[in-house]
């Protein structure tokens, strides 16, 4: 007995051949269907595209440098925290943690920088290596003590939104020094440095998962663990790297947001959460593992970035506006899976 794959790698019968001895319509065929596949495939960008042409004919105010800046800086935070969410997303785990950690990493930087005395070269790094500290933490608790990471890091947000409440005692911190601020306000020809952070890390973070031997240990384990675990790969590190990673970046993402607000709120960072885990999805990278990439997630920031602006410019009452940004978000992600299912066939 045949199967599928044979049967559909067999040639066609004379009878039925044309001219070349193909099946008329084969080649118009795998044509068409390739074109739906390319648009599947780039649905993201096409969406994206879509949304800027829309808010730019409702506001031409969208399509002028300013707002393209705007948008750049916005998109670097909540870029930089997608990248952290998908780095557990490829091993198949998940952080809720990261919106929380960026926010009390960041206070305790600003802390060690305005209040003990440290000169920001020495709290910022500090700061950011709690975070990373955390995401190690978490780790450890997935893959040594088998907690499952939906839940571990569920308790490791409420517990980071408890410290940071103790750690700014309900106040706002807003006495930084120049030195700890440069970074979100300095310009160059009236162009924000910020988001060449968010450049340059997704730019190594495409590299990694694409031309080393980290990038191809983290899509085997989120693929198969067993497999990859039968093929001598070993799991549970690669799985603690990821972590570690995710909360290297969450730290780096709340630095820049401290910088550019100038201030930390006893709340800092939790309006991103629910954005942060939708961008990556957004972008290609499965909630199963195994799959995503740089330039997709880049997508999903710009697309719910540009979400956000453009229902802010065109004078959308507030109170409809995350309604309105939760259905294109909805409709984002819909897409997104039909595409799956389409590629999967």
């Known amino acids: 007995m045949q199967t599928r794959s044979d049967l559909s790698s067999s040639p066609a019968p004379a009878a039925l051949a044309g001219p070349g001895g193909a099946a008329p319509g084969t080649g118009s065929g795998k044509r068409g269907k390739g074109g739906v596949q390319w648009v599947f495939q780039n649905v993201v960008w096409l969406w994206l595209a879509?949304?800027?042409?829309?808010?730019?004919?409702?506001?031409?105010?969208?399509?002028?440098?300013?707002?393209?800046?705007?948008?750049?800086?916005?998109?670097?935070?909540?870029?930089?925290?997608?990248?952290?969410?998908?780095?557990?997303?490829?091993?198949?785990?998940?952080?809720?943690?990261?919106?929380?950690?960026?926010?009390?990493?960041?206070?305790?930087?600003?802390?060690?920088?305005?209040?003990?005395?440290?000169?920001?070269?020495?709290?910022?790094?500090?700061?950011?290596?709690?975070?990373?500290?955390?995401?190690?933490?978490?780790?450890?608790?997935?893959?040594?003590?088998k907690m499952v990471s939906l839940i571990q890091t569920l308790a490791v947000m409420i517990v980071l939104q408890g410290s940071l409440l103790a750690v700014t005692q309900g106040n706002t911190i807003s006495d930084m020094s120049t030195g700890y601020i440069w970074i979100g306000q300095y310009t160059v020809n009236n162009w924000p440095v910020m988001p060449i952070v968010f450049l340059v890390v997704l730019i190594g973070m495409g590299f990694m998962l694409r031309k080393t031997v980290l990038g191809r240990y983290l899509y085997a384990t989120g693929?198969?663990?067993?497999?990859?675990?039968?093929?001598?790969?070993?799991?549970?590190?690669?799985?603690?790297?990821?972590?570690?990673?995710?909360?290297?970046?969450?730290?780096?993402?709340?630095?820049?947001?401290?910088?550019?607000?100038?201030?930390?709120?006893?709340?800092?960072?939790?309006?991103?959460?629910l954005y942060a885990i939708a961008a990556p999805i957004i972008g290609g990278v499965s909630v199963f593992g195994g799959r995503g990439g740089a330039l997709g997630i880049l997508g999903g920031v710009l697309l719910l970035t540009v979400i956000h602006v453009g229902l802010a410019i065109t004078e959308v009452p507030s109170f409809y506006v995350q309604m309105i940004g939760g259905i294109l978000i909805f409709i984002a992600v819909a897409v997104d899976a039909i595409r799956v299912n389409f590629v999967s066939q």
Request: hydrophobic letters at 60%.
């Open 50 to 145: 879509a949304l800027v042409v829309v808010f730019g004919v409702l506001n031409p105010f969208f399509f002028t440098l300013s707002n393209l800046q705007n948008v750049l800086v916005q998109a670097t935070v909540l870029g930089l925290l997608a990248l952290a969410v998908s780095m557990p997303l490829m091993v198949a785990e998940i952080d809720l943690s990261i919106a929380s950690n960026m926010g009390f990493s960041a206070a305790i930087g600003a802390i060690l920088s305005t209040r003990l005395g440290l000169t920001p070269a020495v709290g910022v790094p500090l700061g950011i290596a709690v975070a990373t500290a955390i995401g190690f933490f978490n780790g450890l608790c997935v893959t040594r003590l």
């Open 223 to 273: 693929g198969n663990a067993l497999a990859a675990n039968s093929a001598g790969i070993r799991v549970n590190r690669v799985k603690i790297i990821a972590f570690t990673l995710s909360g290297f970046l969450a730290g780096v993402a709340g630095y820049l947001l401290a910088a550019w607000q100038m201030a930390i709120t006893s709340d800092q960072g939790e309006g991103f959460l």
